[in-house]
Every structure is written in structure tokens, then in C-alpha cells.
């Protein structure tokens, strides 16, 4: 297992975190969508990227954020060829259903009602994504601090 985040990160991903949460399970694959407000995502600014829970793919980058008030994660741009769509007709509307263009996995829905440049909103479930950080500041567990060599050793 390696730990690396961002750094070795391809075009195809970083790879999957880990294994799925049966909530995940059920909106990647089975088309589900969260409560409204129920995702952490919702209040995260932090700087960084936004990937497929299911497969790690790259999908959102944080400059693309923005708060929809929808209660969902939104985004006005996805990455270049990451999210694919198709046309929804369930429950009697007309939607644009997205989803991971790696894996299939059902990410949201997109609207034209976004804000500009591109009049985007991608609706997102925020347990179909992954959110990384960028590694700005040192936290805890990085290679980069190393140990506490305090001054406080003397004899
Ligand atoms: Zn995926």
C-alpha cells in the first residue's frame, strides 16, 4: 500500500480509498441520492481534489466549488473527461444524470442553472466523492516533519 496522495495521482486516479460504505454502495450503484445537507463536503473549502469513491478517478477540483445552497455538493466544472452523463427520465422529469466516467459509478445529476462560465451545476452526492486535500500545511503524519528533535535532551 502506498501512501501517497496527490503526487503520483495519473490521469486515471489515484485508486479506491478503501471499501465502500453500504450508504455509498446504494448511490454509486444503485443510483441513490443522500439527505440534502447531509454531507460534510457541503462545508468543505479547503483546497484540493475530489475523487471517485469507488475508483479514485479524479473528478472535481476544489477551484470549481461553490455553494449552491442545494444541500448538495456543487461544482460548475467537472475535470476534462471525467464525469460522463446521459439522460435520466425516471420520476417523471428530464434530467442529466452523471456519472464517473471510469467506473460508472452514479455520481449526481447536472443542471443548467449554474453559475457562470459554464451555467453548470453538478449536483453531487457527497458520499461519491472522495475528498484529498492539497498537502499545504504540514499535519500530523507527514514524511516531510521529521521527528522532535527538541533542544530539551541534554544530560
Ligand atoms: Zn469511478
Known amino acids: ?15 479506491p480509498r478503501g ?19 447531509s454531507s460534510p463536503l457541503n462545508h468543505e473549502k479547503r483546497e484540493g481534489a475530489y475523487h471517485c469513491a469507488a475508483c479514485g478517478s479524479l473528478l472535481f477540483r476544489s477551484a470549481t ?17 471525467a464525469v460522463a452523463t446521459h439522460k435520466d427520465t425516471s420520476h417523471g422529469m ?5 456519472h464517473c466516467a471510469q467506473c460508472e459509478g452514479h455520481l449526481g445529476h447536472v443542471f443548467p442553472d449554474g453559475p ?17 486535500p492539497d498537502p499545504q500545511r504540514a499535519t ?9 528533535h527538541t533542544s530539551g535532551w541534554a544530560s
Not at 471499501?19 to 445537507?37: A, D, M, N, S, V
Not at 457562470?116 to 484529498?132: I, W
Open 1 to 15: 500500500m502506498s501512501d501517497s496522495l496527490s503526487g503520483s495521482c495519473g490521469a486515471g486516479g489515484c485508486g
Open 19 to 37: 471499501p465502500l460504505t453500504p450508504e455509498q454502495e446504494q448511490i454509486l450503484f444503485g443510483h441513490g441520492t443522500e439527505y440534502p445537507g
Open 65 to 81: 466549488k461553490y455553494e449552491s445552497g442545494s444541500g448538495w455538493p456543487s461544482f460548475w466544472a467537472a475535470e476534462p473527461n
Open 94 to 98: 428530464v434530467r442529466t444524470e452523471a
Open 116 to 132: 457562470p462560465p459554464t451555467g453548470q451545476r453538478y449536483c453531487m452526492n457527497g458520499l461519491a466523492l472522495d475528498f484529498r
Open 140 to 148: 500530523s503524519a507527514g514524511g516531510a516533519t521529521s521527528m522532535d
